[in-house]
């Protein structure tokens, strides 16, 4: 088997999936407010494309300030649990409960609380993104071989030095695939949150463009909104990828896969 | 240079790895520690060079001073290389610890790789490097600070013999030409015999220095196919052979 012939069949099966979808909803007379075709989506979408786009760009914005958040303060708190034991036992019980509490259910109070609908978005979608990028980090904080640390002792450098030029670069690797985890649930996190301010009244990102598609029967256009959503998602983890491949490419790391 | 008395350590799972050594390196001597795994070895090149304290005992070293960071270069079994660093930013390491800056130290980095034969690999990562050449590098990193004392923990256990034997010979030539004192901890006699001015033979359960033996082996290119070298391989495994027997 080829390389072209691998990377094309994902393309060509998804195509032939999309062929069928049309032939099955037009060959049955499947009406389109229960189940549009794929053409009747790309309509939907070119009937009102600035609009969809202005919703995506509005979830993007919350996405990524999430991310950017998620990511400072998973690195701030994985070195301060990395420096200290005591900050370790303050902070790990708090982080799996940060983990394990399902988004849909403190969203609601949390956009009561978080008085700026912006700034609720982006809270709910940090709780969501923070995890992954947090616990990846402080793995790799600990991940140099017990014979470097050794080393530095010996050459008597201080826990700063031992931080700089031995703990933070041995975790960028794990660093790098915690960000590229958390970069989709930072999406999720956005989505559902919109969702759930979508019904209070305020924001326009993707996920109320789906709520208010629903509400007047524009399947269609739903499912537009839907695709847009599944794309960014699919651009957001690719492009995280391949940021790190070529992070650790260029530091002459054997890249992570 | 070096006195080390009636040492005793016991890890806290209980396990004694060493009892009553006692041990004087001499100022530019090269020691090997012989010993199967688990005589304490290792354990007592970690106490030497302060990474571990004894539990009784003491090291004395002979101006009374303690050792300063660089005093004591140590290479492990694997090379222990920063991945994301070039031979020449791994050599530099040491000297970046005690706070110095690149253009004072670029100069003494450069000749330590030249002294270790790794001239023109400067830029290479590890990952590009084979196993003799990064432990090449690891060597020139213990190297670079002009260490009083190199100890050296199986540092050629993981590469074969070729590359081994020919470590080995340039180990004995930096060794001439630097003059520092080397303690080497290896589980093979050929390795032992070849390398070392004084084999110091240890036991396991619980570690223990058994004996000593003197070399008087004259170092040059032909020393493997010198017949003094096979008696002397043939006396430490006799000795090494009674001591384990009667342990």
């Known amino acids: 088997m080829n390389e072209r012939a691998l990377r094309a069949a994902p393309l060509l099966f998804g195509l032939l999936a999309l062929i069928l979808w049309e032939a099955a909803v037009r060959l049955a007379g499947v009406p389109v407010y229960i189940v549009p075709g794929p053409i009747a989506i790309v309509q939907a979408f070119l009937a009102d494309p600035s609009g969809l786009l202005m919703s995506l760009a509005s979830t993007l914005i919350v996405t990524f300030a999430a991310l950017i958040v998620a990511a400072t303060l998973g690195v701030v708190l994985a070195v301060a649990m990395a420096a200290s034991r005591l900050a370790r036992a303050a902070i790990v019980p708090w982080a799996v409960v940060l983990q394990v509490t399902p988004i849909v259910a403190i969203a609601p109070l949390i956009i009561i609380w978080v008085g700026n609908p912006f700034a609720a978005l982006v809270t709910c979608a940090v709780i969501v993104a923070f995890f992954p990028v947090f616990a990846n980090t402080a793995t790799g904080l600990a991940s140099a071989a017990p014979e470097l640390s050794d080393l530095f002792v010996l050459y008597g450098a201080g826990r700063w030095r031992t931080l700089r030029l031995l703990r933070l670069p041995s975790a960028l690797p794990y660093f790098l695939s915690g960000l590229r985890i958390s970069g989709g649930l930072a999406l999720v996190g956005a989505v559902v949150a919109e969702f759930v301010a979508g019904s209070g009244g305020f924001a326009s990102g993707l996920a109320y463009r789906i709520l208010e598609a629903g509400y007047r029967l524009q399947i269609p256009r739903m499912f537009a909104a839907l695709v847009l959503l599944s794309i960014a998602g699919i651009v957001i983890n690719f492009g995280l990828g391949a940021l790190g491949d070529f992070i650790l490419r260029r530091r002459g790391d054997a890249p992570i896969g | ?247």
């Open chain 2, 1 to 247: 240079m070096l006195r080390i008395r009636a040492v005793g350590r016991r890890f806290d799972n209980g396990v004694e790895a060493l009892r009553d050594v006692s041990l004087d390196v001499a100022q530019g001597d090269f020691v090997a520690l012989l010993g199967p795994s688990g005589c304490g070895k290792s354990t007592l090149l970690r106490l030497i060079a302060g990474l571990d304290r004894p539990d009784t005992g003491g090291l004395e070293w002979d101006d009374g001073r303690r050792t300063a960071p660089g005093d004591i270069g140590f290479v492990f079994q694997d090379a222990t290389l920063l991945p994301w660093a070039s031979a020449e930013q791994n050599v530099f390491l040491p000297l970046r610890l005690r706070g110095m800056a690149w253009t004072e130290a670029a100069g003494a980095v450069r000749a330590t790789l030249a002294r270790v034969g790794l001239e023109g690999f400067e830029q290479q990562r590890p990952r590009q490097l084979s196993g003799g050449m990064r432990m090449r590098v690891s060597i020139a990193r213990a190297l670079v600070t002009r260490p009083r004392v190199l100890l050296m923990d199986e540092p050629f256990a993981a590469l074969d013999e070729f590359t081994r034997h020919r470590l080995q010979a340039d180990l004995l030539r930096v060794w001439q030409d630097v003059g520092c004192t080397v303690v080497f901890v290896t589980h093979s006699i050929y390795e032992a015999a070849f390398l070392a001015r004084r084999v110091v033979l240890m036991t396991p359960r619980p570690g223990r220095i058994e004996r000593e033996m003197d070399s008087t082996l004259v170092i040059g290119p032909q020393t493997r196919l010198d017949p003094a070298y096979t008696t002397l391989v043939a006396s430490i495994s006799r000795a090494m052979e009674q001591a384990l027997t009667a342990a």
